[in-house]
């Protein structure tokens, strides 16, 4: 009996497939529906060993199960705070750290209550992640850094979550104007500032970030998922 749970569980660690839960693609801001798992029912394929004739072949017992997050709750969210904005340079290595960056964001949940780091949630900002140099503002103007570009995302952010009505916890500007937002409306990111919310509403927040228009304009959007 002991041995054939053993076996059994063994085989559930390799064939058991998680699910997956639904999001917005992050090239296009469609939802992508959810995908279903499946876990081995240990118990009920352990019975059907146990009577199963000698040298027969038992079929595993599999259990289905759905993800937290499910297309029709996206399909039911409602959104709290949009805002678009240009993207002016499109050079290489520019344009994939925006990218990068928005697709890391796309799709976070943020639950009631919760407060988020923008650094946090994007990480380590280096070479080996897929960031490349491009321009940024330091305290000496342009220059270039790996991540360059990623601040449009914060800042393109940062007003969506103005529109929100959000409980801003950090914010700060660049050192000097930035041409694709409104002066006062950017919030720059690094080691030592941070892009910070509070989810002031009675509802889990999902991010939807991307860029589109042939990669025109970036777009990030706030919205409450309903209740399971």
């Given amino acids: 009996m002991e041995e054939a749970k053993r076996i059994v569980t063994d085989l559930a660690k390799a064939k058991d497939v998680p699910a997956v839960n639904a999001g917005f693609d992050s090239n296009t801001g469609e939802i992508i529906p959810e995908r279903p798992g499946q876990r081995l029912n240990v118990t ?81 900002v280096t070479p080996e992640r897929g960031f490349q140099e491009a321009t940024v503002l330091g305290e000496n103007g342009k220059e270039q850094g790996v991540g360059g570009g990623m601040c449009q995302v914060s800042s393109t952010l940062y007003n969506a979550v103005l529109a929100a009505d959000l409980t801003v916890t950090e914010r700060h500007p660049h050192s000097q104007p930035v041409t694709y937002i409104p002066p006062g409306k950017d919030a720059t990111v690094y080691t030592d500032k941070d892009l910070r919310f509070v989810n002031t509403t009675r509802k889990r927040l999902i991010i939807r970030a991307f860029v589109h228009d042939r990669g025109s304009k970036l777009t990030t959007e706030l919205w409450a998922l309903p209740d399971a």
Avoid: C, H, W
């Fill in 44 to 124: 009920a394929t352990v019975d059907d060993l146990l009577v199963a004739a000698p040298n027969s072949n038992v079929t595993p017992v599999y259990t289905p199960y759905m993800p937290n997050l499910t297309k029709d709750l996206l399909e039911r969210s409602q959104q709290m705070g949009k805002a678009t904005t240009p993207i002016l340079d499109n050079s290489a290595g520019r344009m994939t750290n925006i990218e990068l960056t928005a697709k890391i964001i796309n799709n976070a949940i943020i639950a009631a209550a919760q407060e988020f780091s923008f650094n946090k949630a994007v990480g380590e």
